[in-house]
């Protein structure tokens, strides 16, 4: 992939991250900033992702090395996007392996689960716009451009600036031709060997996709896609790297393949959507008449991530795609990742439940309830308030940086709302304290992620309110928590109104108040978590891939 990295764009990579490279100021010595990066890299526990490919046909098989060679091509068009140019940031750690690794995981020189913290001396702080705007552009400077050239905003730009110094658009496909060429290519040929015929047709039009920015068609084909052995997820698809305006989308890939098992459990939920709509604790005013989203709900286990999905915190779970038109027509697809969901039950929740989750509850700390939950956080993102507001702008649009963290905020209550509620009717065996018990140490697992995380603020918010209102409860002498169970089911239906509300009137200044006010760690709960770090629970997880390096050479 060296050619690719090389050979990306030159309009893509000019006038990036200037001040990025070599800040001023008093360097640390190199045994501090080795122990910085370690301290970067200690954060994380090691999954070896080479799931079982045996039951797949041998042109199967080659496909998914194939769609792991396309997926590579996303993370140069990913490092333009995160830092700017991939060899210099590797320069700054000189001879030390130990920065080189941490640059490589974190794509950048920037903690990812320390609130995008410097990890190398002399470095500037991560622009709010990452790689997507000038560095030197302000807001104002922006919205008066982008009143002239609506393209400024398009997902699918990078904003740069002309020869005459002025705001310009250039489109994905043109930035990152190279990387987008390479990618094509892979998943044209993965196509004619694939045995599902659907998803060969699906990877033909995403390749056409990412050649034109135009993704509607590939869109409505993935979402078609029903049984098929082997998925991707690839291209600009998550927003959350732009945290000035939130309208940049990422550039990530997911190869994956399915597990038969997990998905026939999941399957007879499908159906429960549109009741679970209706039963949202909230005035009719605030939400949708009908989910946003289709009924597909499957497990697999992941081959391979690249981009923004092996960014930092890895996502255990898909709900796509984005387009809300396609959504509210067609449907969504929600894929579970079991390996990644696995793997961080028993390195990181286990742990945490036995630092901080008391002694009377931790048994209902559970890989079942662990699953189910974070299954019904993707199934949360179509319920709840309309996609499109009474005024016809897009939600998200409207919420601008206040959007990612609220919605993820929104998922993870509604999807406990949702539990609860399927608990009752006796189509969940579990017990509903396991599902409340286990989204407490969820919270705690996924506030670790630090301030750069959209997840982290949106849990962040809910513990606050949760601890408000006495739903979760803290030990004095212990610092451990419990969860009082009728307290917690008032506090979700309290917290789901707010947010609701918030989303479905587009009030983004609100909503940054609100995040801004409760989305924060306070002082108890962050010397509550410094234990985890002390007994070295790791923050999540990273990969060894399908015969590919952490470092993906």
Not at 117 to 123: D, S
Not at 129 to 136: C, E, I, L, R, S
Not at 418 to 442: K, W
Not at 453 to 481: K, Q, V
Request: neutral net charge.
């Amino acid at each position: 992939m060296a050619g690719l990295r090389s050979a990306l764009s030159l309009v893509a990579v000019t006038v990036l991250f200037a001040a990025c490279g070599g800040g001023t100021g008093d360097a640390p010595g190199a045994a501090e900033v080795s122990s910085r990066a370690e301290a970067s890299l200690e954060k994380y526990a090691t999954l070896r992702l080479n799931p079982d490919l045996s039951s797949l046909s041998k042109d199967d098989q080659a496909a998914v090395q194939l769609l792991i060679e396309a997926a590579e091509a996303m993370n140069d068009a990913f490092w333009i996007e995160s830092y700017g140019d991939r060899s210099a940031a590797e320069r700054l750690a000189g001879s030390r392996a130990w920065e080189l690794d941490a640059i490589r995981v974190n794509y950048g020189p920037w903690d990812r689960l320390a609130n995008d913290e410097p990890f190398i001396g002399g470095v500037a702080a991560k622009p709010a716009g990452a790689g997507f705007y000038p560095t030197d552009m302000t807001k104002r400077e922006f919205e008066a451009a982008a009143a002239r050239d609506p393209r400024l905003r398009d997902p699918y730009t990078l904003v740069r600036r002309d020869t005459s110094g002025a705001l310009s658009a250039i489109a994905y496909h043109q930035a990152f031709s190279v990387a987008v060429g390479a990618a094509a290519a892979k998943m044209r040929e993965a196509a004619a060997l694939s045995s599902h015929a659907g998803f060969a047709r699906y990877l033909r039009l995403r390749a056409t996709a990412i050649e034109t920015d135009d993704y509607r068609a590939s869109d409505e084909a993935w979402v078609a896609l029903f049984d098929n052995p082997i998925d991707l997820i690839l291209g600009p698809i998550d927003p959350a790297e732009d945290r000035l305006f939130g309208y940049k989308r990422a550039h990530l890939a997911y190869v994956v393949v399915r597990s038969t098992e997990w998905t026939e459990r999941m399957s007879r939920f499908a159906g429960r959507l549109p009741d679970l709509q209706r039963a949202l604790p909230v005035d009719s005013r605030y939400k949708a008449k009908a989910p946003v989203g289709g009924s597909d709900l499957a497990a697999w286990d992941v081959v391979f991530q690249a981009g923004l999905a092996n960014a930092g915190a890895k996502h255990i779970a898909q709900d796509l795609p984005s387009d809300q038109g396609i959504r509210a027509s067609r449907g969504s697809r929600r894929l579970q990742f079991l390996n990644s969901t696995r793997a961080k039950f028993e390195q990181i929740m286990v742990p945490i439940s036995q630092a901080l989750i008391d002694p009377t509850q931790r048994e209902h700390v559970t890989f079942e309830a662990f699953f189910t939950n974070q299954m019904f956080h993707e199934v949360a993102h179509g319920l709840g308030a309309p996609a499109i507001l009474a005024d016809g702008r897009p939600m998200a649009t409207a919420m601008g940086a206040a959007s990612a963290p609220l919605e993820e905020g929104k998922a993870d209550v509604l999807g406990l709302y949702a539990v609860s509620r399927l608990v009752q009717t006796g189509e969940l065996s579990s017990r509903a304290l396991d599902y409340q018990v286990t989204f407490l140490a969820g919270i705690l697992r996924s506030v670790r992620f630090g301030g750069g995380s959209a997840r982290a603020r949106g849990g962040m918010l809910l513990f606050n309110h949760f601890r408000d209102r006495g739903a979760i409860l803290r030990e004095p002498a212990t610092g451990m928590y419990r969860v009082d169970p009728d307290a917690m089911n008032r506090a979700v239906a309290d917290i789901a109104g707010i947010i609701l509300q918030l989303q479905a009137t587009g009030a983004a200044q609100a909503a940054g108040a609100l995040l801004a006010e409760r989305g924060l760690v306070s002082t108890e709960l962050g010397s509550d978590l410094g234990r985890l770090v002390a007994l070295g629970i790791p923050h999540d997880i990273r990969f060894e891939q399908a015969n590919h390096a952490q470092t993906m050479r």
